[in-house]
């Protein structure tokens, strides 16, 4: 392998993008005149330019320039229930014609918060925002005031949102609290500091499993070890289940068995809507019940008719508990037959992650945190990426694959036929086999 010819490869992988798609690069180039970078979300933007999305339907979509892709990222994982489903698109519409701010406690908001709650056994109580950043800005502000102190532990690459990102420390943009950041899956590091630092701690803040930073599973000793931390310290331990609710019937952590104090939700739970939530034990949401509590939590739309209308018709009529499981359970063994590819191909490359959520990594051996992947050359998932679109598959950049219901059979064998046909082309490029 060369550092050249991946160079190669990559520009030709650009040229060939930049020639097929003149009317996404027409409109990214007229929109840096009103935006920076023609962009007003980060994750969507890759180089040369990004496509411009132009239509969704089921698990399809159409960019600007007539392409269609099947669709392998599903907005991040809150596309769970595709483009067009009847029930959520006459949810919405039913919801509307009720009336669409109404400035008040609504007809919708209250069943909602029940098949929530219902849904996720460790949700006692909850509150709705509307977004994951919010409901983990809030679950944190809830555990500062609860416990009375100042000091998060969170984890190298763990990503909580636009504004609480890190990677072996917080990110640029990561709001100033007094963060202590501790490596992802080492149980034993995260005993001692725990202990160490204890009484200054309000809570710890962990994905089950981090999905940003590549689809790394939580070792269930790793977890276990949060959870007897966080009790012995006094400490609340927040588990956000933004991504993860979604990987089993009621949510990863009920699934691994261990009980948080409280727990954020986003994404799909919403019916693709705009959402966060965050939840838990019932003393601890007490501080914002307004005839008792201290704490004020505002958010105009939080309890916005749409999202109401489309969560509840989601959970209830689409994503219900066995459908969750059924959707996992098509993940897992998407991910073995990638897997066993790779293998069978002799390449470093393999799938992790849980369920329906996965991520390509051009690496070998257990992928336990993001340092694991300090060697990847970064042109590799780009290279992939562009393979992929070129072959009518829409992911993201980063490896990441996120399942919908509306994916066919068919979509997934066209999924694992790129793969290898990608492995076919690039093997060369790809690091040696240890
Ligand atoms: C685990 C996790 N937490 C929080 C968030 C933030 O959610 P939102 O983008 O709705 O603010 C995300 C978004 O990707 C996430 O993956």
């Not at 992650?353 to 690496?363: D, E, K, P, Q, Y």
């Amino acid at each position: 392998m060369t550092d050249t010819a991946i160079d190669q490869a990559l520009a030709g992988a650009h040229q060939r993008f930049i020639e097929g798609n003149a009317e996404s690069r027409r409109r990214f180039d007229e929109q840096t005149r009103y935006m920076p970078g023609a962009n007003t979300r980060s994750v969507l933007f890759y180089a040369p330019f990004p496509l411009t999305i132009a239509k969704g339907e089921g698990a399809a979509l159409w960019d600007a320039d007539g392409h269609r892709y099947a669709d392998f990222i599903a907005e991040y994982t809150a596309g769970v229930y595709g483009h067009s489903a009847p029930e959520i698109r006459e949810a919405v519409i039913e919801a509307m014609q009720g009336g669409i701010n109404l400035t008040g406690h609504n007809l919708l908001e209250g069943r909602l918060a029940k098949t929530v709650c219902e849904r996720f056994p460790q949700i006692e109580q909850l509150r709705f925002t509307n977004s994951g950043t919010e409901a983990n800005l809030m679950a944190l502000t809830a555990a500062l005031h609860f416990t009375g102190r100042r000091k998060i532990v969170v984890f190298s690459g763990g990503y909580h949102g636009g504004v609480l990102g890190f990677g072996d420390k917080p990110s640029l943009t990561t709001v100033p609290f007094d963060f202590l950041v501790l490596p992802y899956n080492d149980a034993q590091r995260a005993r001692e500091e725990i202990a160490r630092h204890g009484p200054e701690i309000a809570a710890i803040l962990v994905e089950p499993m981090q999905g940003a930073s590549g689809c790394i599973p939580g070792r269930l000793d790793f977890l276990q070890a949060l959870r007897e931390g966080a009790t012995q310290a006094g400490a609340l331990l927040i588990f956000d289940e933004v991504m993860t609710s979604r990987l089993a019937p009621h949510g990863l952590a009920s699934k691994l068995g261990i009980k948080s104090d409280l727990t954020t939700l986003g994404k799909y739970i919403g019916g693709g809507m705009s959402f966060g939530a965050f939840g838990g034990r019932a003393d601890v949401m007490a501080q914002f019940d307004p005839r008792t509590g201290a704490l004020a939590h505002s958010g105009t739309f939080n309890n916005n008719v749409m999202t109401m209308a489309a969560g509840y018709a989601g959970l209830t009529k689409l994503f219900t508990p066995e459908a969750a499981g059924a959707l996992a359970e098509r993940g897992e063994a998407m991910r073995a037959r990638l897997n066993a590819l790779c293998a069978k191909e002799g390449v470093t490359m393999q799938f992790t992650g849980v369920g329906s959520l996965m991520n390509a990594h051009f690496v070998s051996g257990e992928v336990r945190r993001v340092d694991d992947l300090a060697v990847v050359d970064g042109r590799l998932r780009q290279l992939l990426f562009f393979h992929l679109l070129s072959q009518g598959i829409y992911t993201s950049p980063r490896g990441f694959v996120v399942l919908s219901l509306p994916l066919s059979d068919a979509d997934i064998d066209r999924y694992i036929a790129a793969i290898g046909s990608f492995i076919g082309e690039y093997r060369s490029l790809m690091p040696a086999v240890k």
